[in-house]
């Protein structure tokens, strides 16, 4: 079993940048694919970033892509998040996550979760 502890969030003005990072410990953190998961207050929990365990094969919804980059290091068990050109509407708490087999967008898929971040863009 992978735990997942994220770190990186903070406020921040409109149109700066912020990587977010996700610590991995247990075993076998290379076979899993990661998922980078919000929400906002009010707002049901939304998928922005998706990476296979090999890191050849990511994805972004539309509201974010362009502007945020996931990425892993399976030998420092790590994966990030760097956002740019952040928006006020990027406001949430932000949450990795692992699972077996290929990433997906629906966070029910999804068995391992850490605590969350806070990332607050000022307008």
């Known amino acids: 079993q992978v735990q997942l502890v994220e770190s990186g969030g903070g406020l921040v003005q409109a149109g700066n940048s912020l990587r977010l990072s996700c610590a991995a410990s247990g075993r076998s953190f290379s076979d899993y694919a990661m998922g980078w998961f919000r929400r906002a207050p009010g707002k049901e929990r939304e998928f922005v970033a998706g990476?296979?365990?090999?890191?050849?094969?990511?994805g972004y919804p539309p509201s974010v892509k362009g502007r945020f980059t996931i990425s892993r290091d399976n030998a420092k068990n790590m994966v990030y998040l760097q956002m740019n050109d952040l928006k006020p509407e990027d406001t949430a708490v932000y949450y990795c996550?692992?699972?077996?087999?290929?990433?997906?967008?629906?966070?029910?898929?999804?068995?391992?979760w850490g605590q969350g971040t806070q990332v607050t863009v000022a307008s």
């Open positions: 990476i296979e365990w090999t890191g050849d094969n990511t």
């Open positions: 996550a692992a699972k077996p087999g290929p990433f997906e967008i629906v966070w029910s898929a999804y068995h391992v």
